[in-house]
């Protein structure tokens, strides 16, 4: 809840907003639609894990100003998805290619409240509390592209109905500030400050009434947010000591998001997580808002073959053999992430590496030799190198609309390999298990 929060804000309220914006961010005011001009890279900096195989078009809306309808244009056979992403990071609806082919219907979004005309023809989503996400992602195949992407684009609406079939632009509306670099809350309560700030918002479900009841208790309710000020010294050194024991628990268990196989990790809950609270805050902190299942798979490593975590001062290869390359309907990418989630500068401008990527060599038998590591390795690997920095980082594998071998676990990654020796070829032939 937390982090979708700050993810919202950060998008809506940039911190400099005369500044000019990177191209790669989605930044537009709440109730607005903004366009990601470029794909993600270094500089990408809101939310985690950003991918860099799709535009993003990114509006966070407030539906007490809705309702609103988005609509799209015609997309032909090119891979897009428009997520509607609820306050508690969780996705329940998303609709795109793999929904209706290459024309949505308009979508008619309103609030938990709303009770009012329903236009003909549209695709309602409801959003359950009062801030809704929306994401499209929209396939750019190379910078060549690029301004065919944007085209599209430029033809998406987002709008505020009225009515009788009237759209409007929508108003910016106002929202409660979360603690951020504020001076006078305790670096260790400011993820509790914040949490008080979301439920002061929030409409606590008949599940959840027993469970937000009891935060009373440390002064944080849904009428005022959280009180720490009026709690004893020791009581508040406890909380923070509380707060920074779960935070390294959720940490953990980013490392272990589901089934775990070759230094793998894949959750197959997808994008709901029902009562799973700790699977639900570690999808946040590494890769909020993830699609559902059937449209996306996120196999994330962090260790190599050998159980050591992956670091750049090393040297790794991933072989697919060819009746074990990714099996999707869509596309598949690899992307390297430095410990914090971001994109690492390298000097061939490559962040991710999958199927599309140009010249990739494949061996003769069919498989695939990627080479991950922080050198350049000459002109025989240079298509199949993902570069990497010298220091920790975690591999995310997306596996867009996976194949049921994939979505049903039957199907998962090879180990990633160090390589203590010569670097073999990428035109090299995986070895036979």
Same mark, same amino acid.
């Given at each position: 809840?937390?982090?979708?929060?700050?993810?919202?804000?950060?998008?809506?309220?940039?911190?400099?907003?005369?500044?000019?914006?990177?191209?790669?961010?989605?930044?537009?005011?709440?109730?607005?639609?903004?366009?990601?001009?470029?794909?993600?890279?270094?500089?990408?900096?809101?939310?985690?894990?950003?991918?860099?195989?799709?535009?993003?078009?990114?509006?966070?809306?407030?539906?007490?100003?809705?309702?609103?309808?988005?609509?799209?244009?015609?997309?032909?056979?090119?891979?897009?998805?428009?997520?509607?992403? !609820? %306050?508690?990071?969780?996705?329940?609806?998303?609709?795109?290619?793999?929904?209706?082919?290459?024309?949505? @219907?308009?979508?008619?979004?309103?609030?938990?409240?709303?009770?009012? /005309?329903?236009?003909?023809?549209?695709?309602?989503? &409801?959003?359950?509390?009062?801030?809704?996400? $929306?994401?499209?992602?929209?396939? $750019?195949?190379?910078?060549?592209?690029?301004?065919?992407?944007?085209?599209?684009?430029? %033809?998406?609406?987002? &709008?505020?109905?009225?009515?009788?079939?009237?759209?409007?632009? *929508? @108003?910016?509306?106002?929202?409660?500030?979360?603690?951020?670099?504020? =001076? !006078?809350?305790?670096?260790?309560?400011?993820?509790?400050?914040?949490?008080?700030?979301?439920?002061?918002?929030?409409?606590?479900?008949? /599940?959840?009434?027993?469970?937000?009841?009891?935060?009373?208790?440390?002064?944080?309710?849904?009428?005022?947010?959280?009180?720490?000020?009026?709690?004893?010294?020791?009581?508040?050194?406890?909380? /923070?000591?509380?707060? *920074?024991?779960?935070?390294?628990?959720?940490?953990? =268990?980013?490392?272990?998001?589901?089934?775990?196989?070759?230094?793998?990790?894949?959750?197959? %809950?997808?994008?709901?997580?029902?009562?799973?609270?700790?699977?639900? %805050?570690?999808?946040?902190?590494?890769?909020?808002?993830?699609?559902?299942?059937? /449209? *996306?798979?996120?196999?994330?490593?962090?260790?190599?073959?050998?159980?050591?975590?992956?670091?750049?001062?090393?040297?790794?290869?991933?072989?697919?053999? =060819?009746? !074990?390359?990714? @099996?999707?309907?869509?596309?598949?990418?690899?992307?390297?992430?430095?410990?914090?989630?971001?994109?690492?500068?390298?000097?061939?401008?490559?962040?991710?590496?999958?199927?599309?990527? +140009?010249?990739?060599?494949?061996?003769?038998?069919?498989?695939?030799?990627?080479?991950?590591?922080?050198?350049?390795?000459?002109?025989?690997?240079?298509?199949?190198?993902?570069?990497? +920095?010298?220091?920790?980082?975690?591999?995310?594998?997306?596996?867009? &609309?996976?194949?049921?071998?994939? *979505?049903?676990?039957?199907?998962?990654?090879?180990?990633?390999?160090?390589?203590?020796? =010569?670097?073999?070829?990428?035109?090299?032939?995986?070895?036979?298990?």
């Amino acid at each position: 809840m937390v982090r979708a929060a700050q993810l919202r804000q950060k998008a809506t309220q940039p911190e400099h907003p005369f500044a000019p914006r990177p191209a790669t961010l989605a930044t537009a005011p709440i109730n607005r639609i903004g366009q990601a001009r470029d794909l993600a890279g270094p500089d990408t900096r809101i939310g985690v894990a950003p991918n860099n195989d799709t535009l993003y078009s990114l509006a966070f809306l407030d539906t007490q100003a809705g309702p609103f309808q988005l609509d799209t244009p015609d997309f032909g056979t090119r891979y897009h998805v428009f997520q509607f992403g !609820d %306050a508690d990071s969780e996705t329940r609806q998303s609709y795109g290619q793999s929904s209706h082919g290459g024309r949505l @219907p308009p979508i008619f979004i309103v609030g938990p409240d709303y009770r009012g /005309e329903i236009p003909k023809g549209v695709k309602v989503v &409801r959003s359950a509390q009062r801030y809704l996400m $929306v994401a499209g992602r929209i396939l $750019v195949d190379g910078p060549q592209d690029l301004s065919n992407v944007h085209r599209l684009q430029d %033809a998406i609406r987002l &709008r505020q109905w009225s009515g009788g079939g009237r759209l409007t632009e *929508a @108003p910016i509306t106002s929202q409660r500030p979360l603690a951020g670099d504020r =001076k !006078d809350v305790p670096e260790g309560l400011k993820l509790l400050v914040d949490l008080g700030t979301v439920l002061e918002d929030w409409r606590v479900s008949k /599940e959840d009434t027993d469970l937000v009841a009891s935060l009373r208790r440390i002064g944080l309710t849904v009428q005022s947010g959280f009180r720490y000020a009026h709690l004893p010294a020791a009581e508040r050194a406890a909380i /923070e000591r509380g707060v *920074a024991d779960g935070l390294a628990i959720i940490r953990e =268990k980013t490392r272990h998001l589901g089934t775990l196989s070759g230094g793998w990790s894949t959750s197959y %809950a997808g994008s709901r997580f029902d009562r799973d609270f700790l699977l639900r %805050a570690a999808v946040a902190m590494d890769q909020i808002y993830v699609l559902e299942k059937g /449209e *996306a798979l996120y196999p994330v490593a962090h260790l190599d073959a050998q159980g050591r975590q992956l670091d750049g001062r090393n040297n790794y290869t991933l072989c697919f053999r =060819k009746q !074990d390359l990714p @099996p999707v309907d869509g596309f598949w990418s690899i992307t390297l992430y430095y410990e914090k989630g971001f994109l690492a500068a390298n000097p061939i401008d490559r962040y991710s590496i999958g199927d599309r990527t +140009p010249d990739l060599t494949y061996g003769p038998d069919g498989s695939l030799r990627l080479l991950i590591q922080n050198h350049d390795p000459g002109v025989d690997g240079r298509a199949n190198w993902l570069p990497a +920095p010298r220091e920790p980082f975690m591999l995310m594998m997306r596996l867009y &609309r996976p194949k049921a071998r994939a *979505a049903e676990a039957g199907w998962h990654p090879p180990a990633v390999q160090p390589i203590n020796t =010569k670097v073999p070829p990428a035109s090299a032939g995986c070895e036979s298990p």
